[in-house]
């Protein structure tokens, strides 16, 4: 089973708009997927986690797919201590194992926030991650200000000892930020990992898909070989 964390940014990057265009792209290659938000607040049920259900392939209940759910739209540690919740690794890894007796090949899992999110008052969901070897793949949102929050979470994920193995660009706002061509290519000079895709902004997002190419890409990255999962 392949383990793909998305992370981003920050908050609002596009990790959960990324994720489905991910899920609908290994979709078409029939592969078994899972769309995993082990850490939501602003909702409940958590929009995000409802998204990726209705693109996995396979059905898990909502309290699986989504296992720490906080109403309030604020840190998620903050909201678990205001329930009375302590978020831990051990229990994270509980909730990715029933996910694997579903017999996946890929379970994706989209963090919340940006890379380095406190999940208790000691620990971050990024250490989790890494122990959890999964592969990473980082949302640029394409703004002012993306270049420094791009390199500096590429330096993060290689000094906790994560696997970055691309990022997208995300257009993130209706208006395409000023330069987008000159980011772009500062980022695909300067980033450790290749860029896998450029996703332009949607006024239906429903209808957003990757291109051929950028499914290729992405298919590369994961090593996932098309001709052997079909
Ligand atoms: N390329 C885009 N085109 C149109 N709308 C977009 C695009 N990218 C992001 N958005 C919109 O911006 C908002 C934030 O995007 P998204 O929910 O994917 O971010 P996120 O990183 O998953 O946020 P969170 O940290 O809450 O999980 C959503 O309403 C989404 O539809
Ligand atoms: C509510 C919001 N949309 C996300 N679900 C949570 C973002 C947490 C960010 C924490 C932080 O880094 O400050
Ligand atoms: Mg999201």
Redesign the pocket.
Known sequence: MKKLFITGTD??SGKTLVSSLILKALNRERLLTIGFKPI???GQPNPDAEQLRQLSTIAVPAQAANPFCFTP????HIAAAQAGVKIEPAALTTHLRQLSLHKPDLVLTEG???WL?PINDDEYLSDWVVSETMDVILVVGMKLGCLNHALLTAKAIAADGGRLIGWVANQCTQQPMDYLHDNLSYLKAHMPAPCLAYVPYHSDTQQAEFTEDERRALLTAIDCNPAVAE
């Open positions: 908050t609002d939501g607040s602003g739209a604020i840190a998620p919340a926030g940006g999110l």
